[in-house]
């Protein structure tokens, strides 16, 4: 697409459908605009943050006054306002993988996992993939069953999971009925240093407890 335009040093104007589009230097899509451009690309979507934001979710989440809302609810926690920081900053490659989880953690029918989940794993220092999903540590037996019953297969690939609720949502439950993970901050206070452990990927929708003991560096899902 061919757009009309006047580029100087510090800004560029646009003519979109008769429409002049003023755009400072300092806008955080600043460079990505002027490839776009010069590709014959699309360059609306670059031109306001909140519309650049609900392209990456497909207009489930909406940014309006720096204020994020995910099917019309407004969400205001650390985690959106680490979203905004990176959009407004011009790195939506930061902020891509926090949207991704920011969806996964909404649709987690928990009000405690919706509101304390993102600030509870940056505690524990658990690491999330691209696509919004929590990676953490097991212990289990040599054979890769769990440590409790025994029944649960947690060899690499397997997918292993139980009615939510049989899973415990008190946080002041230590030890209690449900599938556990942890950070690496816990694995030396739970048994034998010479107990297998493996990596586990959670889906945040499917997370329903962190133990508030030992410094919240556990929790408990149901898959």
């Known amino acids: 697409m061919s757009i009309p335009y006047a580029l100087t ?5 646009l003519f979109i ?8 230097k300092s806008h955080a899509n600043w460079q990505r605009i002027l490839d776009a451009l010069a590709n014959g690309d699309d360059v609306m979507p670059l031109l306001d943050i909140g ?10 989440v909406k940014y309006e006054n720096r204020t994020l809302t995910v099917d019309g609810n407004p969400v205001d926690n650390n985690l959106t306002r680490r979203i905004i920081q990176f959009m407004e900053s011009g790195q939506d490659g930061l902020a891509r993988p926090l949207i991704a989880a920011l969806d996964r953690i909404m ?17 524990s220092g658990l690491p999330w993939t691209p696509d919004g999903y929590i990676l953490a540590w097991k212990i289990v ?11 649960f297969d947690n060899s690499v690939g397997n997918i292993v ?11 002041d439950k230590t030890c209690s009925y449900g599938l556990h993970f942890c950070s690496t901050g816990y694995l ?6 010479d107990k297998r452990v493996v990596v ?3 889906d945040p929708a499917d997370v329903v407890a962190f133990p508030s003991d030992y410094d919240t560096a556990k929790g408990r899902c149901c898959k």
Not at 17 to 24: E, Q
Not at 112 to 117: E, Q, V
Not at 141 to 149: A, V
């Open 17 to 24: 459908d008769c429409v002049p589009y003023a755009i400072p």
């Open 200 to 202: 586990v990927k959670i």
């Open 9 to 13: 040093d510090t800004s560029l104007t």
């Open 51 to 60: 519309r650049s934001l609900e392209t990456f979710m497909e207009g489930r």
């Open 188 to 193: 030396p206070h739970y048994g034998p240093s």
């Open 107 to 123: 649709r987690n029918p928990s009000y405690r996992a919706i509101k304390g989940l993102w600030d509870w794993t940056m505690k």
């Open 141 to 151: 037996n040599d054979d890769y069953t769990d440590c409790y019953t025994g029944r």
């Open 161 to 171: 999971d139980v009615p939510r609720n049989q899973v415990d949502e008190d946080a």
